[in-house]
């Protein structure tokens, strides 16, 4: 079981279990989570599933690809270190507890 935590702007926390297989914005959005989208079904597309990684869980996420990079670059003009698009985010198991901040969509 993975369990993350969302919070929001302005400071609510929302824990959400992921289901197997599931990425950051599947979770978010069965679940409701105010603020992530997922407009564009998870392709990478539309940066409605922003999220800023807490800082302690950085060094557990693989690193972006190319793809997630550029999108996150059209959006943002220096892209913080633990700036995401939670749709690229699969909640394995060892990813338990991960905490993502929602953040304002661009654009
Ligand atoms: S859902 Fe569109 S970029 Fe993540």
Do not use: N, Y
């Amino acid at each position: 079981m993975t369990t993350i935590t969302f919070i929001q702007p302005d400071g609510a926390a929302r824990e959400v279990v992921a289901k197997p297989g599931e990425s950051g914005m599947q979770a978010a959005t069965r679940a409701g989570v105010e603020g992530i989208i997922g407009e564009c079904g998870g392709s990478c597309m539309c940066a409605t599933c922003h999220v800023e990684v807490a800082p302690q869980d950085i060094g557990r996420l693989p690193p972006r690809d190319d793809i997630e990079q550029e999108m996150l670059e059209s959006i943002l003009t220096d892209v913080p270190e633990g700036s995401r698009l939670c749709c690229q985010i699969k909640l394995v198991p060892e990813l338990d507890g991960l905490v993502l901040h929602v953040v304002e969509i661009a654009g």
